[in-house]
């Protein structure tokens, strides 16, 4: 039942016809005054539409905002991931699930500076972005009442929706009337494909569900050459060339998508408890994750880099299910910020058919020991004797272990 209390909604609006419809049901049902707010997050699409039609539907112009967020996503979000190496399951580097706390933090500031008593999203019951959205819309405003339309609404069934458009007078496009193959989002650091034909895992993506990556076997015969730069864990220069954050992970879109890397095809397990298949392609990311982890490769201490990789899968899990606006996630950070302080200097990377192979990197603040490590006889002090000691004092308690082994006859 529609909370009468509600005078005026935010509502993240893409223009589309799903959020176009929301919008009209907020007016309908909570005969309430509606917001819109439209992210560029980097998704490819002019947004001059999404306002078009949310003056079409009878929205005020002051209470149509649509921001550039590319560079404070990056900057933001996107980079203080990276630097944390975070792939949830061990792959999935979290295109969509780091879009949402941003997207929820602009809806509460919007809310806070028009006086709105409320928020929504056109997220379904069954998915994750609904918790995120929410998760961070209670950290950031606690008594912020939020509206999730799918799990309100009686509509549904595709044929509910159109007719419901058709009754508020909402244009359809002719592509939008039937089911869609898949559902798609975006931004600028993946693009993900969900649903319809890819809900089976045995079958193989088709090929045109791909929109951000060549296949790997139409990638050229020659492989590219590139350069990236880093400051304290953040790439900040391609081939010597500094860029801004976003500027340069869409550089690193463009090399990728050419060179068909970034694809994944996965089986996730969703907070909400089920499983779901998706495609990803993230191309910049992708080429930005192997070049961190060879940067980090001589400029972190073992004991640093190990580390990093036991918290990384609950930073990872945390992103995913929606707590970026977490004591424990800023925690975390606060760690892994530390840990980048000399995570400075180059890698050279080359890409070839879907692959990303590091081929050299350098930095000021390298560990690595040449002479320390050299076969041949080093410049630095190395007894190879002293290795005796070492290997019997971690032998000690496996010793133990053996003779009472043997004593016992197992």
Known sequence: MADSSVKK??????????????LKWLQTTYRCEVVTFTADLGQGEELGPARDKALLLGIK???????????????????????ANAAYEGVYLLGTSIARPLIAKKLIEIAEATGADAVSHGATGKGNDQV???LTAYALKPDVVVIAPWREWDLRSREQLIAFAEQHQIPIAKNKR?????SVDANLLHASSEGRVLEDPAEEVP???YSRTVSPEEAPDQPTIVTISFEKGDATAIDGEKLSPATLLARLNDLGRDNGIGRLDLVENRFVGMKSRGMYETPGGTILAAAHRAIESITLDRGAAHLKDQIMPQYAELIY??????????????????????VTGEVRIKLYKGGVHVIGRSSDYSLYDQDLVTFEEGAVAYDHRDAAGFIKLNALRLRTLGQRKKKLGL
Do not use: H
């Open 9 to 22: 909604v935010v509502l993240a609006y893409s223009g589309g016809l799903d959020t176009s419809i929301i």
């Open 61 to 83: 112009p002051e209470n149509i905002y649509i921001e550039d967020l590319r560079e404070e996503f990056v900057r933001d979000y996107v980079f203080p991931m990276f630097r």
């Open 132 to 134: 995120r959205f929410e």
């Open 178 to 182: 039937g089911e869609a193959p898949f």
């Open 207 to 209: 090929d045109y569900v």
């Open 321 to 342: 299910n929606g707590f970026w606006f977490s004591p424990e996630r800023e925690m975390l950070q606060a760690l892994i910020d530390k840990s980048q302080e000399f």
